[in-house]
C-alpha cells in the first residue's frame, strides 16, 4: 500500500502539470478570439457575457491541475510532520516534540499535561477560550499523531495522554 501511494504521487503531479500546460495553450487560443467577440461586442448569439464563455473549459482545466498538483505535496508534508513528530516521541524530551507542533495544538497539549496527563473537553476549550469546535478540531488532530487518545465517558470527552 505504501509503495502504491509512493507511486501515486507523481503520477498526480505528472497529471497536474500535463493539465496546467494543456490549460495555458487553449488559453493561448482562446483569448484572441475573445479579445475579437469583446471588440465586436456582438457576433450572432455571442453577445454581453456569452463572449467569454470560451474562457470556461481552460479555467477549469488550470483549477483541476492545481487541485492534481497541490494534493500530493500536502499529503506527503502531513506525513512528513508525522514522521518527525513519531521519531522526536520515540527519542528525545517533550519539549523538542512540542517544537514541532503548530501553536494552538501546543498550547493544548501543554495544557493536559498541567492537567496531569487526562482532561474533559469541555474544560479544554472553557479554560483555553476555545470554541467547542475549534477544540474538538485540535484534539482530534492530536489524536491523528499519536499524542492524546480520546474516550467517551457519560456523553462527555476525556482528553488522555498517550503512553
Known amino acids: 500500500m505504501a509503495s502504491e501511494s509512493h507511486l501515486m504521487k507523481p503520477a498526480l503531479i505528472t497529471a497536474g502539470v500535463v493539465l496546467l500546460v494543456i490549460a495555458v495553450v487553449i488559453l493561448a ?3 484572441p478570439m475573445v479579445n475579437i467577440m469583446g471588440y465586436y461586442h456582438c457576433m450572432g448569439m455571442m453577445c454581453g457575457s456569452m463572449t467569454y464563455y470560451p474562457l470556461i473549459p481552460p479555467l477549469i482545466l488550470l483549477i483541476v491541475g492545481v487541485v492534481l498538483i497541490t494534493i500530493p505535496l500536502t499529503v506527503l508534508k502531513q506525513r512528513n510532520v508525522s514522521r518527525q513528530v513519531n521519531e522526536v516521541s520515540a527519542g528525545s524530551s517533550v519539549n523538542d516534540l512540542l517544537k514541532l ?23 479544554i476549550a472553557r479554560d483555553l477560550g476555545l470554541s467547542k469546535v475549534r477544540a474538538w478540531r485540535i484534539i482530534r488532530r492530536l489524536e491523528e499523531k499519536g499524542l492524546v487518545e480520546v474516550v467517551k465517558v457519560k456523553g462527555r470527552n476525556i482528553v488522555k495522554l498517550r503512553k
Open 29 to 31: 487560443m482562446v483569448l
Open 101 to 123: 507542533l503548530p501553536r494552538q495544538e501546543r498550547v493544548v497539549l501543554e495544557y493536559i499535561v498541567k492537567s496531569g496527563g487526562e482532561v474533559y473537553q469541555y474544560q
